[in-house]
T-cell receptor, first 111, second 116 residues
């Protein structure tokens, strides 16, 4: 079993829709949770970062962590065609050298 | 911009030849990483470094070696390239988020390697 599971999609939504992207994990020691956005033929770029449980909002993006369920989510409000990309979740343990990635969900926002 | 460059950006080589990929950073970060990314597998860690001459293996290190003789450069070598090593290779650094002490990773633009 992978430590981080992520539905690969693809997920196709109309412009303006609310998008929900999710990851589950098995290691209860994970404390830091990240979302990366990766455009085609580009490197991943950090989108959101949260520590422990709770919500964090940044513009149209909300990251949510539920440690009791080992489940994290990224919500995108008012989705735009420019949001079309692959979204990767990642997590790590405090003061640990490695980061663990989901396989990525490909999102397509149709105009 | 985390100041990470990779070279070459694209390379086509033949089975059995040695290949070296270079990652260069401009911000003196201690930790550097090499990943490969393949469809259906996401990012998989090959090797990482926690200082000059200090390296450790990741989950897919077989067939790869690394070296770090300077803080700013982290080299990935395929001693004898195989077709299974056709992939996109990303370098990353572990750096602090702006305004805080918490670390996360920042990625380079990637190297697309094809082994024929």
């Amino acid at each position: 079993q992978k430590e981080v599971e992520q539905d690969p999609g693809p997920l196709s939504v109309p412009e303006g829709a609310i998008v929900s992207l999710n990851c589950t994990y098995s290691n209860s020691a994970f404390q830091y949770f990240m979302w990366y956005r990766q455009y085609s033929r580009k490197g991943p770029e950090l989108l959101m970062y949260t520590y422990s449980s709770g919500n964090k909002e940044d513009g149209r993006f909300t990251a949510q962590v539920d440690k009791s369920s080992k489940y994290i989510s990224l919500f995108i409000r008012d989705s735009q065609p420019s949001d079309s990309a692959t979204y990767l979740c990642a997590m790590s343990i405090y003061n640990f050298n490695k980061f663990y990635f989901g396989s990525g969900t490909k999102l397509n926002v149709k105009p | 911009d985390a100041g990470i460059t990779q070279s070459p950006r694209h390379k086509v080589t033949e089975t059995g030849t040695p290949v070296t990929l270079r990652c260069h950073q401009t911000e003196n970060h201690r930790y550097m990483y090499w990943y490969r990314q393949d469809p259906g597998h996401g990012l998989r860690l090959i090797h990482y470094s926690y200082g000059v001459k200090d390296t450790d293996k990741g989950e897919v290190s077989d067939g790869y070696s690394v070296s770090r003789s300077k803080t700013e450069d982290f080299l990935l070598t395929l001693e004898s390239a195989t077709s299974s090593q056709t992939s996109v290779y990303f370098c990353a650094i572990r750096g602090a988020l702006a305004g805080g002490s918490t670390d996360t990773q920042y990625f380079g633009p990637g190297t697309r390697l094809t082994v024929l």
